[in-house]
């Protein structure tokens, strides 16, 4: 089992920048991948950013070179910093983790966060 747990969310302005950050209750580098969903209103939840335990990310493109995912294993944590933030990144932002064990994958997802980007 994995809980996970956002937190840095909020009201921004089109442009200006934000930092999620998501504490895992195991080490991050006993979870095989972990990343960042999110969901606007109306549309399906997709992938932002993923990386894996070896190092090795993945992003959305419509947010490279603008998002950048990153890990600190000694605080459990996953980050998503978040720059010159537009309106159509407006949605619910929810930490993902991927876990392999005896061979058996299981997904693991926060509480979700609220991201607010005003035009």
């Known amino acids: 089992q994995v809980q996970l747990v956002e937190s840095g969310g909020g009201l921004v302005q089109a442009g200006g920048s934000l930092r999620l950050s998501c504490v895992a209750s195991r080490s991050i580098s006993s979870i095989d991948a972990v990343g960042w969903y999110r969901q606007a209103p109306g549309k399906q939840r997709e992938l932002v950013a993923t990386?894996?335990?070896?190092?090795?990310?993945n992003y959305a493109d419509s947010v490279k070179d603008r998002f950048t995912i990153s890990t600190d294993n000694a605080k459990n944590s996953v980050y998503l910093q978040m720059n010159s933030l537009k309106f159509e990144d407006t949605a619910v932002y929810y930490c993902?983790?991927?876990?392999?064990?005896w061979g058996l994958g299981d997904d693991y997802w926060g509480q979700g966060t609220q991201v607010t980007v005003s035009s």
């Open positions: 990386i894996t335990s070896s190092g090795t990310t």
């Open positions: 993902y983790g991927h876990r392999v064990t």
